[in-house]
Structures are given as C-alpha cells and as structure tokens.
C-alpha cells in the first residue's frame, strides 16, 4: 500500500483523558463507570484498550471520541477541549477530525460503496479530492465494489468500506469500537490488517476497544481497565501475553465498596 500521511503532525500525543469520570443515576444508586482516569495516547500509534466485562472500555470510548459527555474531567483530541465545545463544534469535530468504525459497519443501505465512503465529506459540502479516494480505495481493496450497495457485500467488505469511510476526511484519530465483532476469523485478519497499515503507512492514530486478544496483539500497546480505572499497559502485546494479564484482571478483580462499575 503506498499512499501519503494525512495533512496533521504526528508527533507526539493525539488524545489525551485527564480525571476523567462517568457516572450514571446519582446517591446510592449510582453506578461509575470511569473512576478519574489519566491516559495519553500516542500519535501515530496503535492502541487497545480491553478489560474484563463492565471495566469501562466502551464508555472510555465515547468520552474520548465525544460521543458522550463525561460527568468530570476532560479530554482533548489534538488541540480541541472537548469541554470547551458547544454540541455544534463537538459535531463539526467528530465530522472533520474523527474517523469511526463500529462493530455493526453503520453504512447507509441506499448508497453505493463509494457513496457510503464520502459521505463524512458529502455531509460537510465537501468533494472528495480524487487522488486521495483512489489511494484509500486502493488501500482497503475496494475498487471493484465501489458501484454495490450494503447488501451486494460482504460483511467483511461492508467493514472495509467503513475503514475506507474513516480514513477518507484525513482525522486526527480513527475510534475502532469492536471492529471484528460481526466477522468471521478471515474477515476479521483482514480489517485489523488494514487497521495496522494504516497507522505503519498513513501515519494514522488508531484506537481500538476490543475483547479480542488476537485483535490487541496487532496493536503497539494495550491500555487494561478494571471497575473504570486503568490497571495496567502492556507494549508490543502478543496474544499470549494479552490473554495472561486478562487472567491476572479477573483473577485479582475486586469493586470497590460504593464504586460498583458498570458494563458498557
């Protein structure tokens, strides 16, 4: 795959959580969800995050990807304070700067492949630029299906399109949620692979929650919650590796009193 890097630096960190906390309901019924959690993660990197069911993994997403507002604390992607943003920046910023791909592809049935991988730019006024549609296109392996509808695919091709429709505005960052929870082992290899090229040849931030060790052992570091706390970071994670420290989670997992987590 031989394509340019996106417009943005790289150096240095892409998203960074300070004290950030998520909690749901209030007095004793509360449930936290995040519990003052402090995390950088590296531009240009590939990062997991994992952790046993109702760790946070999924909620630390939303925060950081500004689909959902945090009950304290702050996030910054590049140079944007997601809490400094009104509801129409947020959405201008997760539309320009922010690339998703979500477990269920979430493409629009009515639309061609192609029309599905611009509209992030079609939805800003924007046209794609031509040169960088042929690369990522090529990129993912989808120049023979640009004309096919949702249904005519694939679901493994249905998440390449997606891929492609997360790279195509050039973000700061690519929030991964799941990205192989509805593939099957071959199609799944395949998205995490283009997941990998696209951080090694792009230049790209990727973030990625999974449940998956074979998944996070594609990643550069691995970020373990347990009850809505980082516990612990693994660089260079293996499979092996990922599965063992997993063990040791739910092994040595115990709430805290007045701190129940819940699962998201």
């Not at 417009?7 to 449930?31: C, D, E, F, M, P």
């Not at 991988?117 to 023979?144: K, N, S």
């Not at 997360?166 to 929870?181: C, H, N, Q, S």
């Amino acid at each position: 795959m031989s394509v340019a890097p996106p417009a943005h630096a790289t150096a240095g960190v892409a998203v960074t959580a300070r004290g950030l906390s998520k909690r749901y309901g209030a007095g004793q019924a509360a449930v936290v969800a995040l519990d003052g959690v402090d995390v950088d993660f590296a531009a240009g990197g590939f990062t997991a995050i994992m952790g046993p069911s109702g760790s946070g993994k999924s909620t630390l997403m939303h925060c950081l990807a500004g689909l959902d507002r945090p009950t304290a604390g702050s996030v910054r992607i590049g140079d944007a304070d997601l809490a400094r943003l009104d509801d129409r920046r947020l959405t201008l910023l997760r539309r320009d700067r922010v690339g998703f791909v979500f477990q269920k592809f979430n493409l629009l049935p009515a639309l061609t492949a192609e029309e599905n991988i611009v509209l992030p730019l079609a939805i800003a006024g924007r046209r794609p630029e031509r040169a960088w549609l042929r690369q990522v296109v090529a990129a993912v392996g989808l120049a023979d299906r640009l004309r096919h509808r949702p249904a005519e695919l694939s679901g493994g091709q249905q998440q390449r399109v997606a891929v492609a429709r997360a790279l195509i505005t050039k973000p700061w960052v690519i929030f991964a949620d799941e990205p192989t929870g509805n593939l099957d082992s071959r199609s799944g290899a395949e998205v995490l692979r283009l997941l990998r090229e696209a951080v090694d040849t792009l230049s790209q931030t990727v973030i990625m929650v999974t449940h998956d060790p074979s998944a996070a052992g594609h990643a550069d570091r691995v970020v373990f919650l347990a009850d809505g706390r980082p516990v612990r970071d693994l660089a260079a994670p293996t499979p092996e590796r990922v599965l063992d420290t997993l063990a040791g989670l739910d092994h040595a997992r115990v709430p805290a009193a007045g701190h129940p987590a819940v699962a998201r």
